[in-house]
């Protein structure tokens, strides 16, 4: 309940930073569709469906385009972005980029986080020590991510079963043991920044 409440709170205070972008009302009505799942400014409240306010304009461009074009891997968005045209895509894009991250700060035993430390070593370089710093704008941003939503996508490039586009991705998700997702996932998802 606390939980939803923040999360709740969280969207709120987006939609008033949001509303300081004004961009072109078209993707905005189109941007509204995503709500549903994605929640209000793109702060999701989980636990399988990402946050994607605040992501790069260059990753969420990346995944949107390569999922329509079938290159990468999705259970339903990419027949979801069949609809769109490249324009609008760019647009959602640079819509959902200009909103604030908001963290979704999850706790998790302490054990827990101490193994996903530990197992995120590697990840540092590109991620930032706690998944808050990606490197490039290729990156996303994993801090305050929903644990559940992390795990799967983890699971998606380290066993390598489905098309997943970036090769050092799956190489480093690769050197994870099974074991070490949940923590891994865990470990993002309780970092405030
Ligand atoms: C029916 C629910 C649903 C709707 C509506 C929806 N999405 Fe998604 N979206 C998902 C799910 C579930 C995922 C997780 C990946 C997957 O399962 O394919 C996802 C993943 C994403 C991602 C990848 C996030 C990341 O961090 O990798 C982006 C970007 C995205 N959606 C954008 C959008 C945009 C933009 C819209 C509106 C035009 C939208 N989605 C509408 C369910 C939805
Ligand atoms: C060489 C840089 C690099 C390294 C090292 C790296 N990553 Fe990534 N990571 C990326 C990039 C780039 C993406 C986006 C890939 C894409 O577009 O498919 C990504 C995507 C992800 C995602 C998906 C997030 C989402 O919203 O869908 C997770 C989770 C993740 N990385 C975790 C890790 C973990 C855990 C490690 C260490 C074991 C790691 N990464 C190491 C660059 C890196």
């Known amino acids: 309940m606390k939980l ?6 969280l969207a709120v205070l987006g939609l008033a930073v949001g509303a300081a972008y004004a961009s072109d009302p078209k993707i905005e ?92 070593d590697r990840c540092e370089t590109c991620h930032g020590a ?3 710093k990606p490197d490039d704008a290729e990156t996303p941003r994993l801090n305050g991510q929903w644990a559940h939503y992390l795990a799967l996508e983890l699971e998606k490039y380290r066993n390598g079963e489905v098309a997943m586009t970036h090769k050092k991705m799956r190489k480093n998700a690769q050197k994870l043991e099974a074991a070490d997702v949940p923590a891994v996932a865990h470990f993002y998802a309780a970092q405030p920044e």
């Not at 939803?4 to 709170?9: D, N």
């Not at 069949?82 to 998790?108: C, I, M, N, R």
């Open 4 to 9: 939803k409440q923040s999360v709740l709170l």
């Open 130 to 132: 706690t998944g808050g």
């Open 29 to 120: 009505a189109l941007a509204r569709s995503c709500n549903s799942c994605h929640g209000l400014n793109g702060v999701s409240a989980g636990p399988s469906m990402p946050s994607i306010g605040g992501q790069s304009e260059a990753y969420l461009k990346n995944i949107m385009l390569q999922w329509k074009s079938g290159k990468r891997y999705s259970a339903t968005m990419g027949r979801h972005f069949k609809g769109y045209s490249d324009e609008e895509l760019a647009g959602l894009a640079a819509y959902f980029s200009q909103l604030p991250w908001t963290p979704v700060v999850q706790h998790a035993d302490a054990k827990v986080l101490a193994h996903g430390k530990e197992a995120t």
